[in-house]
């Protein structure tokens, strides 16, 4: 309902009365005055004017639940929302949840994260305001060696919500940055809790340098935002509705196909070190390799300098251009 008034407050350029609003949402005026209220303790300004009724002041960049559900036009991703002003980590409040019972498509998103997580132990730099740092529950029933295909889906869908939001030439690095003039502008680190034959549940946590203005020294040579990049904004909350859009899709044909054979090509028509000689660092151990594309498992194919094929798994190695991040 607070969604809905929202909605109609966005789309209205005049005055909306409560008896206006009341009549068309079938609620009484006291009611629609307490969304109305909770709308502006979530920071939306909302004008009040004796017998002319509310008006919505300024949209400004927000990603409350309610600004996300306006928008969202995905079945079942994304259609529950927790929101946080500030968090330790998405990923840590979606396992939370999950050990709750919470439902498949739940989404945590928050302004800040305190302690936003890599892979490997490692931080990832979530400051408030500008970023995406959201999490999501899924509940696949497959086995949990196919959880690492999740991530893939993940990137794939992500590189498409972000084509479309911006425009721009969107890049992926195997397995899971999203990458933008050679530098991160997305992290994925999905989490996995199963036993031996069944997932209980997988997290997929994203964090997109959307408005971000600068970063941190130690990560400034690979790190980037689209606002970097572009020099325009992205209104967070559609770009989040387009991801959740485009991730269900992908990720209902994976659980159909049961495997990635049917977004192969698509994803390495993004794959930026293709065809080109890479860094497979594992620990401290490294090695040179041309990338060659990913299998239906979406693991790495990669070749010798003898022309043998090699098959890199995602989970213990980085890869890196032989220069540089790409
Ligand atoms: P690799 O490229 O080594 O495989 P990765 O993709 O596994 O790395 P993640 O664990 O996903 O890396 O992300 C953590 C790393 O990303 C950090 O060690 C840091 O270098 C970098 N990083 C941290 N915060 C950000 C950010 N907001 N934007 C871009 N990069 C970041």
């Known amino acids: 309902m607070k969604t809905e008034i929202l909605k109609a407050l ?4 005049t005055y909306l009365s409560g008896e206006q609003l009341s009549q068309k949402f079938g609620v009484s005026r006291t009611a629609i005055w307490k969304y109305i209220k909770q709308l502006r303790e979530e920071g939306y300004e909302i004008e009040s004017v004796t017998r002319r009724g509310y008006r919505l002041l300024q949209t400004a960049d927000r ?4 600004e996300i559900l306006s928008r969202n036009q995905a079945s079942w991703v ?9 968090t330790d980590s998405t990923n840590q409040r979606i396992y939370d949840f999950a050990e709750k019972g919470r439902e498949e498509g739940l989404l945590a998103v928050a302004e800040e994260q305190t302690g936003g997580k890599g892979r490997r132990g490692r931080s990832w730099v979530s400051p408030p305001g500008t970023g995406i740092w959201m ?16 991530t893939i889906v993940a990137a794939l869908a992500m590189t498409k919500a972000m084509e479309k939001i911006t425009g721009m030439e969107i890049r992926i690095k195997w397995p899971n940055d999203v990458v933008l003039n050679g530098k991160k502008v997305c992290g994925i ?3 996995m809790s199963a036993e031996l034959e069944e997932i209980h549940y997988i997290i997929v946590g994203i964090g997109i340098n959307a408005n971000t203005e600068s970063f941190p020294e130690d990560i400034q040579d690979r790190a980037t935002s689209i606002y970097l990049e572009s020099g325009k904004k992205v209104e967070r909350a559609a770009f989040i509705a387009e991801f959740c859009v485009q991730f269900e899709q992908y990720y209902e044909r994976f659980l159909e196909m049961g495997n990635l054979a049917f977004l192969k090509e698509e994803y390495e028509s ?6 080109r000689e890479v860094k497979i660092i594992k620990k401290k151990e490294e090695r040179v390799r041309k990338a060659l594309g990913i299998n239906e ?5 990669v070749a010798k300098s003898d022309g043998t094929t090699e098959i890199i798994f995602s989970g213990e190695v980085s890869v890196r251009g032989l220069y540089g991040y790409v």
């Open 78 to 86: 994304g259609k529950s929302i927790e929101y946080f002003e500030v």
């Open 63 to 66: 990603i409350t639940a309610s």
């Open 297 to 301: 498992l979406g693991e790495l194919i």
């Open 10 to 13: 966005k789309n209205s350029d």
């Open 189 to 191: 680190l999905t989490e």
């Open 270 to 275: 993004y794959l930026i070190n293709i065809g």
């Open 135 to 150: 999490s999501l529950l899924l509940r696949p029933k497959v086995e949990p060696q196919k959880a690492s295909m999740v």
